[in-house]
Antibody
């Protein structure tokens, strides 16, 4: 059973860069797509972006070019960087595996437990 | 970007059937998926594609789509089904590579 685990600082200062890593176990990162999703306290889910092992990425345009997702196949990890953070970026950040096809349907089938990141001075 | 609209809250009597809906233009082009989230936990995929359940999801959960509306049906709701439910699909606007989530529906089992 694939497992995903987020790690990184729980507190980031305003205007600085949020950095998180997702470690994938029991599945090769060189397959499927890998994504980041966040959830502000008491609110719904927001898709941030995804990466393929080759380095192909897609980002939510609402993040105004503040986001970078990268992959390290040697460590079976992928990472999120979100720059110029504000209090509005305070959320639980989840990494998730994106699987499927347009024919049969696509979905985020496996999720990490999530990590809370607070933006505050 | 496209939007997916869900009713904020729905309730169902124990053992009865409940339908949770998700409306959005993107559902005309792409299959939706449904996630269950209990307090303090990560979301869990319950339905994807035409009507596919991942391993371990009870068969009381089913899905369907008609036009721009996707539905999650729980037949014989159990107390443990009380949770927030989110729909998601590809965003049919722009480059079609983004994903969107509905605002979520809080299900109460009475």
């Amino acid at each position: 059973q694939v497992q995903l685990q987020e790690s990184g600082p729980g507190l980031v200062k305003p205007s600085e860069t949020l950095s998180l890593t997702c470690t994938v176990s029991y599945d090769s990162i060189s397959s499927n797509y890998w994504s980041w999703i966040r959830q502000p306290p008491g609110k719904g889910l927001e898709y941030l972006g995804y990466i393929y092992y080759s380095g192909t990425t897609n980002y939510n345009p609402s993040l105004n070019n503040r986001i970078t997702i990268s992959v390290d196949t040697s460590k079976n990890q992928f990472s999120l960087k979100l720059s110029s953070v504000t209090a509005a970026d305070t959320a639980v950040y989840y990494c998730a595996r994106l699987v499927g096809s347009l024919v049969f349907g696509e979905a985020f089938d496996m999720w990490g437990q999530g990590t809370m990141v607070t933006v505050s001075s | 970007s496209s939007e997916l609209t869900q009713d904020p809250a729905v309730s169902v009597a124990l053992g009865q059937t409940v339908r949770i809906t998700c409306q959005g233009d993107s559902l005309r082009n792409y299959y939706g998926s449904w996630y269950q989230q209990k307090p303090g936990q990560a979301p869990i995929l319950v339905i994807y594609g035409k009507n596919n359940r991942p391993s371990g999801i009870p068969d009381r959960f089913s899905g369907s789509t008609s036009g721009t509306t996707a539905s999650l049906t729980i037949t014989g709701a159990q107390a443990e089904d009380e949770a927030d439910y989110y729909c998601s699909s590809r965003d049919s606007s722009g480059n079609h590579l983004n994903w969107v989530f509905g605002g979520g529906t809080k299900l109460t089992v009475l």
